[in-house]
Protein backbone atom coordinates (compact mmCIF):
# COMPACT_ATOMS: atom_id res chain seq x y z
CA UNK A 1 0.00 0.00 0.00
CA UNK A 2 1.24 3.33 -1.02
CA UNK A 3 1.58 5.96 2.43
CA UNK A 4 -0.02 9.23 1.74
CA UNK A 5 3.52 10.15 1.72
CA UNK A 6 4.43 8.42 -1.59
CA UNK A 7 1.50 9.61 -2.87
CA UNK A 8 3.27 11.20 -5.91
CA UNK A 9 4.39 8.05 -6.93
CA UNK A 10 1.29 6.88 -8.06
CA UNK A 11 -1.81 9.46 -10.37
CA UNK A 12 -3.55 12.49 -8.52
CA UNK A 13 -7.42 11.92 -8.85
CA UNK A 14 -7.47 15.92 -8.81
CA UNK A 15 -5.89 18.40 -6.99
CA UNK A 16 -7.56 17.78 -3.51
CA UNK A 17 -4.94 14.46 -3.76
CA UNK A 18 -2.04 17.05 -3.22
CA UNK A 19 -3.24 19.20 -0.05
CA UNK A 20 -1.10 18.57 2.79
CA UNK A 21 1.93 16.56 3.53
CA UNK A 22 4.29 19.04 3.17
CA UNK A 23 8.50 18.51 3.81
CA UNK A 24 9.36 20.21 7.12
CA UNK A 25 13.11 21.64 6.64
CA UNK A 26 16.17 22.10 8.70
CA UNK A 27 16.84 26.22 8.43
CA UNK A 28 21.01 25.64 8.64
CA UNK A 29 22.15 29.10 8.42
CA UNK A 30 19.55 31.35 9.81
CA UNK A 31 20.25 29.75 13.24
CA UNK A 32 24.06 31.25 13.69
CA UNK A 33 25.67 29.37 15.79
CA UNK A 34 22.64 28.90 18.07
CA UNK A 35 22.50 26.11 20.30
CA UNK A 36 18.82 25.16 17.99
CA UNK A 37 17.34 23.55 15.57
CA UNK A 38 14.73 25.49 13.66
CA UNK A 39 12.20 23.34 11.16
CA UNK A 40 9.94 24.78 8.87
CA UNK A 41 6.89 23.61 7.21
CA UNK A 42 6.86 23.83 4.05
CA UNK A 43 3.39 24.93 3.52
CA UNK A 44 4.05 26.95 0.31
CA UNK A 45 3.73 23.77 -1.64
CA UNK A 46 0.56 23.26 -1.11
CA UNK A 47 -1.19 23.62 -4.69
CA UNK A 48 -2.72 27.32 -3.83
CA UNK A 49 1.20 28.21 -2.38
CA UNK A 50 -0.38 28.84 1.15
CA UNK A 51 -1.57 26.34 4.34
CA UNK A 52 -5.10 27.57 3.80
CA UNK A 53 -5.73 24.65 1.22
CA UNK A 54 -6.17 22.49 4.50
CA UNK A 55 -8.94 24.02 5.65
CA UNK A 56 -10.85 25.14 2.31
CA UNK A 57 -10.41 21.04 1.42
CA UNK A 58 -11.94 20.87 4.93
CA UNK A 59 -14.60 23.31 5.09
CA UNK A 60 -15.94 22.78 1.10
CA UNK A 61 -15.57 18.83 1.06
CA UNK A 62 -17.86 18.68 4.45
CA UNK A 63 -20.06 21.22 3.39
CA UNK A 64 -20.84 19.37 0.14
CA UNK A 65 -21.20 16.52 2.24
CA UNK A 66 -23.82 17.55 4.64
CA UNK A 67 -25.69 19.50 1.50
CA UNK A 68 -25.01 22.67 2.78
CA UNK A 69 -23.54 23.81 -0.48
CA UNK A 70 -25.55 22.98 -3.15
CA UNK A 71 -24.83 22.77 -7.17
CA UNK A 72 -25.79 26.72 -8.07
CA UNK A 73 -24.98 28.46 -4.53
CA UNK A 74 -22.18 30.89 -4.71
CA UNK A 75 -18.94 30.01 -2.34
CA UNK A 76 -17.96 33.83 -0.96
CA UNK A 77 -15.27 34.29 1.93
CA UNK A 78 -13.64 37.47 3.89
CA UNK A 79 -10.33 37.42 3.83
CA UNK A 80 -6.91 38.94 3.13
CA UNK A 81 -5.63 36.67 0.38
CA UNK A 82 -4.28 33.75 1.10
CA UNK A 83 -8.00 32.01 2.00
CA UNK A 84 -9.39 33.65 -1.05
CA UNK A 85 -6.96 32.21 -3.75
CA UNK A 86 -7.38 29.07 -2.01
CA UNK A 87 -10.62 29.58 -2.17
CA UNK A 88 -11.16 30.35 -5.98
CA UNK A 89 -8.79 27.32 -6.92
CA UNK A 90 -11.37 25.33 -4.78
CA UNK A 91 -14.33 26.74 -6.63
CA UNK A 92 -12.77 26.25 -10.00
CA UNK A 93 -11.86 22.63 -9.25
CA UNK A 94 -15.57 21.95 -8.11
CA UNK A 95 -17.77 24.17 -10.58
CA UNK A 96 -18.77 26.60 -8.44
CA UNK A 97 -18.51 30.77 -9.13
CA UNK A 98 -16.74 32.62 -6.24
CA UNK A 99 -16.50 36.05 -4.83
CA UNK A 100 -14.32 37.16 -2.45
CA UNK A 101 -14.37 40.40 -0.21
CA UNK A 102 -10.91 41.63 1.08
CA UNK A 103 -9.69 44.96 2.14
CA UNK A 104 -8.03 47.14 -0.46
CA UNK A 105 -4.54 47.54 0.64
CA UNK A 106 -3.79 43.62 -0.16
CA UNK A 107 -1.26 42.81 -2.02
CA UNK A 108 -1.73 43.10 -6.38
CA UNK A 109 -0.52 39.69 -6.54
CA UNK A 110 -3.23 38.11 -4.41
CA UNK A 111 -5.92 40.02 -6.30
CA UNK A 112 -4.78 38.66 -9.81
CA UNK A 113 -4.20 34.90 -8.31
CA UNK A 114 -8.01 34.97 -7.59
CA UNK A 115 -8.73 36.52 -10.56
CA UNK A 116 -6.97 33.44 -12.55
CA UNK A 117 -9.02 31.71 -10.89
CA UNK A 118 -12.05 32.93 -12.28
CA UNK A 119 -13.10 34.22 -9.12
CA UNK A 120 -14.44 38.12 -8.43
CA UNK A 121 -13.38 40.15 -6.07
CA UNK A 122 -15.36 42.95 -4.07
CA UNK A 123 -12.47 45.36 -2.35
CA UNK A 124 -13.70 48.23 0.66
CA UNK A 125 -11.12 50.42 2.14
CA UNK A 126 -8.55 49.25 4.44
CA UNK A 127 -5.82 46.69 5.09
CA UNK A 128 -4.45 43.76 7.10
CA UNK A 129 -6.08 45.16 10.65
CA UNK A 130 -9.45 45.65 8.93
CA UNK A 131 -10.81 42.40 8.22
CA UNK A 132 -13.71 42.95 10.47
CA UNK A 133 -15.04 45.29 7.78
CA UNK A 134 -15.01 42.38 5.25
CA UNK A 135 -16.32 39.79 7.58
CA UNK A 136 -19.46 41.94 8.42
CA UNK A 137 -20.12 42.90 4.56
CA UNK A 138 -19.86 38.83 4.02
CA UNK A 139 -22.55 38.30 6.91
CA UNK A 140 -25.13 40.56 5.02
CA UNK A 141 -24.47 39.31 1.84
CA UNK A 142 -25.31 35.70 3.18
CA UNK A 143 -28.34 37.40 5.54
CA UNK A 144 -29.64 38.61 2.28
CA UNK A 145 -29.86 35.76 0.54
CA UNK A 146 -28.61 32.62 2.47
CA UNK A 147 -29.87 29.80 -0.32
CA UNK A 148 -27.75 31.76 -2.68
CA UNK A 149 -24.49 31.60 -0.28
CA UNK A 150 -21.73 29.25 1.16
CA UNK A 151 -19.61 31.38 3.17
CA UNK A 152 -16.37 30.04 3.97
CA UNK A 153 -16.10 32.03 6.99
CA UNK A 154 -12.47 30.95 8.24
CA UNK A 155 -12.77 33.30 11.49
CA UNK A 156 -15.73 31.40 12.92
CA UNK A 157 -15.57 28.07 11.74
CA UNK A 158 -13.95 25.28 14.27
CA UNK A 159 -13.19 23.06 10.69
CA UNK A 160 -10.45 25.12 10.47
CA UNK A 161 -9.14 24.12 13.59
CA UNK A 162 -10.00 20.77 12.83
CA UNK A 163 -8.14 20.79 9.69
CA UNK A 164 -4.57 21.78 11.40
CA UNK A 165 -5.97 19.22 14.38
CA UNK A 166 -6.62 16.22 11.67
CA UNK A 167 -3.73 16.76 9.00
CA UNK A 168 -0.91 19.77 10.17
CA UNK A 169 -0.30 18.47 13.64
CA UNK A 170 -0.05 14.68 13.28
CA UNK A 171 2.26 15.66 10.12
CA UNK A 172 4.80 17.66 12.16
CA UNK A 173 4.25 14.50 15.05
CA UNK A 174 5.27 12.22 12.52
CA UNK A 175 8.31 14.11 11.05
CA UNK A 176 10.09 14.69 14.13
CA UNK A 177 8.96 11.41 15.45
CA UNK A 178 7.48 13.44 18.68
CA UNK A 179 10.86 15.17 19.41
CA UNK A 180 9.35 18.59 19.84
CA UNK A 181 10.31 21.39 22.40
CA UNK A 182 8.19 24.26 21.00
CA UNK A 183 5.38 25.25 18.56
CA UNK A 184 5.76 28.69 17.15
CA UNK A 185 2.92 30.25 14.43
CA UNK A 186 1.79 33.60 13.41
CA UNK A 187 -2.08 34.36 14.63
CA UNK A 188 -4.45 35.31 11.76
CA UNK A 189 -7.94 33.12 12.34
CA UNK A 190 -6.04 31.12 14.90
CA UNK A 191 -6.76 28.25 12.79
CA UNK A 192 -3.40 27.06 12.75
CA UNK A 193 -2.06 27.85 16.52
CA UNK A 194 -4.94 25.95 17.60
CA UNK A 195 -5.31 23.15 15.92
CA UNK A 196 -1.56 21.85 16.14
CA UNK A 197 -1.09 23.14 19.74
CA UNK A 198 -3.85 21.48 20.87
CA UNK A 199 -2.61 18.10 19.57
CA UNK A 200 1.03 18.66 20.31
CA UNK A 201 -0.03 19.29 23.95
CA UNK A 202 -2.66 16.12 24.17
CA UNK A 203 0.49 14.14 22.90
CA UNK A 204 2.94 15.97 25.04
CA UNK A 205 2.00 18.93 27.73
CA UNK A 206 5.69 19.98 28.39
CA UNK A 207 5.77 20.97 25.00
CA UNK A 208 5.48 24.87 24.62
CA UNK A 209 3.03 26.78 21.79
CA UNK A 210 3.49 30.77 21.39
CA UNK A 211 1.78 32.43 18.77
CA UNK A 212 3.15 35.11 17.07
CA UNK A 213 1.67 38.89 16.56
CA UNK A 214 2.62 42.60 14.78
CA UNK A 215 4.43 44.43 17.25
CA UNK A 216 2.57 47.26 15.81
CA UNK A 217 -0.71 45.39 16.45
CA UNK A 218 -0.49 43.52 19.63
CA UNK A 219 -3.90 42.38 20.14
CA UNK A 220 -2.74 39.79 23.08
CA UNK A 221 -0.08 40.68 24.70
CA UNK A 222 -1.25 44.30 24.92
CA UNK A 223 -4.80 44.66 23.31
CA UNK A 224 -3.84 47.31 21.52
CA UNK A 225 -4.93 47.75 17.62
CA UNK A 226 -2.77 49.33 14.84
CA UNK A 227 -1.35 48.67 11.06
CA UNK A 228 1.13 46.35 10.08
CA UNK A 229 2.78 44.98 6.69
CA UNK A 230 2.91 41.34 7.21
CA UNK A 231 -0.45 39.98 5.20
CA UNK A 232 -2.28 37.53 6.56
CA UNK A 233 -1.62 38.02 10.20
CA UNK A 234 -2.91 40.66 13.09
CA UNK A 235 -5.83 41.06 11.65
CA UNK A 236 -7.42 43.60 14.76
CA UNK A 237 -9.48 41.21 17.12
CA UNK A 238 -9.76 37.90 18.61
CA UNK A 239 -11.13 35.08 16.41
CA UNK A 240 -13.61 32.97 18.20
CA UNK A 241 -12.08 29.45 17.10
CA UNK A 242 -8.67 30.55 18.63
CA UNK A 243 -7.92 29.16 22.20
CA UNK A 244 -5.63 31.41 24.13
CA UNK A 245 -5.69 28.51 27.11
CA UNK A 246 -3.22 26.76 25.07
CA UNK A 247 -0.62 29.48 25.01
CA UNK A 248 2.34 30.00 27.01
CA UNK A 249 3.28 33.27 25.91
CA UNK A 250 3.46 35.53 22.85
CA UNK A 251 5.87 36.84 20.43
CA UNK A 252 5.92 39.90 19.12
CA UNK A 253 7.72 40.86 15.74
CA UNK A 254 8.01 44.06 13.87
CA UNK A 255 6.98 44.32 10.16
CA UNK A 256 10.76 45.32 9.47
CA UNK A 257 12.24 42.70 11.32
CA UNK A 258 9.70 40.57 9.58
CA UNK A 259 10.61 41.54 5.97
CA UNK A 260 14.40 41.66 6.40
CA UNK A 261 14.24 38.00 7.72
CA UNK A 262 12.11 36.65 4.83
CA UNK A 263 14.59 38.53 2.74
CA UNK A 264 17.30 36.50 4.50
CA UNK A 265 15.66 32.90 3.86
CA UNK A 266 15.73 33.88 0.28
CA UNK A 267 19.17 35.12 0.29
CA UNK A 268 20.71 32.81 2.69
CA UNK A 269 17.96 28.91 2.46
CA UNK A 270 17.25 29.47 -0.90
CA UNK A 271 13.61 29.73 0.92
CA UNK A 272 10.91 32.13 -1.18
CA UNK A 273 8.49 32.30 1.04
CA UNK A 274 6.11 35.24 2.59
CA UNK A 275 6.67 37.93 5.16
CA UNK A 276 4.60 36.00 7.64
CA UNK A 277 7.02 33.02 7.69
CA UNK A 278 9.98 35.41 8.20
CA UNK A 279 8.15 36.58 11.22
CA UNK A 280 7.77 33.09 12.23
CA UNK A 281 11.35 32.68 12.07
CA UNK A 282 11.89 35.74 13.58
CA UNK A 283 9.88 34.79 16.43
CA UNK A 284 11.50 31.32 16.91
CA UNK A 285 15.24 32.90 17.35
CA UNK A 286 13.74 35.38 20.25
CA UNK A 287 12.08 32.59 21.97
CA UNK A 288 15.66 30.30 21.81
CA UNK A 289 17.31 33.96 23.17
CA UNK A 290 14.98 34.16 25.49
CA UNK A 291 14.65 30.19 26.46
CA UNK A 292 17.73 28.42 25.31
CA UNK A 293 16.61 25.33 26.78
CA UNK A 294 14.25 25.22 23.89
CA UNK A 295 16.50 23.08 21.43
CA UNK A 296 13.81 22.35 18.79
CA UNK A 297 11.48 24.33 17.64
CA UNK A 298 8.92 24.33 14.75
CA UNK A 299 7.29 26.82 13.17
CA UNK A 300 5.01 27.37 9.53
CA UNK A 301 6.36 28.93 5.98
CA UNK A 302 2.63 30.05 5.47
CA UNK A 303 3.04 30.74 2.23
CA UNK A 304 4.94 31.73 -1.12
CA UNK A 305 6.82 34.77 -1.90
CA UNK A 306 5.57 35.09 -5.42
CA UNK A 307 2.53 36.78 -4.23
CA UNK A 308 4.85 39.48 -2.63
CA UNK A 309 6.36 41.30 -5.53
CA UNK A 310 4.17 44.54 -4.80
CA UNK A 311 4.64 45.11 -1.45
CA UNK A 312 7.51 46.18 1.02
CA UNK A 313 9.72 43.29 0.59
CA UNK A 314 10.70 44.47 -2.46
CA UNK A 315 10.68 48.08 -1.96
CA UNK A 316 6.86 48.64 -3.52
CA UNK A 317 5.27 51.28 -0.93
CA UNK A 318 1.54 52.55 -2.15
CA UNK A 319 -1.00 54.61 -0.01
CA UNK A 320 -3.19 52.73 1.58
CA UNK A 321 -6.55 54.40 2.80
CA UNK A 322 -7.37 53.32 6.28
CA UNK A 323 -11.00 53.91 7.65
CA UNK A 324 -10.86 56.13 10.43
CA UNK A 325 -13.03 54.50 13.18
CA UNK A 326 -12.71 53.25 16.64
CA UNK A 327 -10.83 49.86 17.61
CA UNK A 328 -12.52 48.66 20.52
CA UNK A 329 -10.51 45.19 21.93
CA UNK A 330 -13.42 43.38 23.03
CA UNK A 331 -12.33 40.62 25.68
CA UNK A 332 -14.13 38.35 28.29
CA UNK A 333 -13.15 38.65 31.93
CA UNK A 334 -11.84 35.16 31.69
CA UNK A 335 -9.67 36.38 28.13
CA UNK A 336 -8.48 39.05 30.05
CA UNK A 337 -7.54 36.85 33.13
CA UNK A 338 -5.38 34.42 30.67
CA UNK A 339 -3.88 36.64 28.52
CA UNK A 340 -2.60 38.56 31.53
CA UNK A 341 -0.70 35.63 33.37
CA UNK A 342 1.02 35.03 29.29
CA UNK A 343 4.63 35.73 29.04
CA UNK A 344 5.53 38.41 26.26
CA UNK A 345 9.11 38.18 24.33
CA UNK A 346 9.52 41.41 22.21
Not at 132 to 153: E, H, Q, T
Not at 213 to 242: N, T, V, Y
Request: glycine share 8%; charged share 25%; hydrophobic share 40%.
Amino acid sequence: MISHWDRCRKISENLSDCVGYTPLIKLNKITNGRDVEILGKAEFMNPSGSLKDRILHRILTEAIRKGELKPGMTIIESTTGNTGISTAMFGALLGYPVLIIMPEGMSEERKKAIKAFGARILTLPGAESDVDLVMKYAAGLVASDPKLYFWVNQFNNPLNVAAHYETTAPEIWEQTDGNIDAFVATQGTGGTITGVGKYLKEKNPKIKVYPVEPAECPILSKQKWGSHRIEGIGDGFIPSIMDISLFDGVILVSSEEAIKMTRRLALEEGLFVGISSGANVVACLKLHDKHPELKRIVTMLNDTGFRYFSTPLFGEEKKIEIPEREHPIELTPEQRKILSKLEIIE
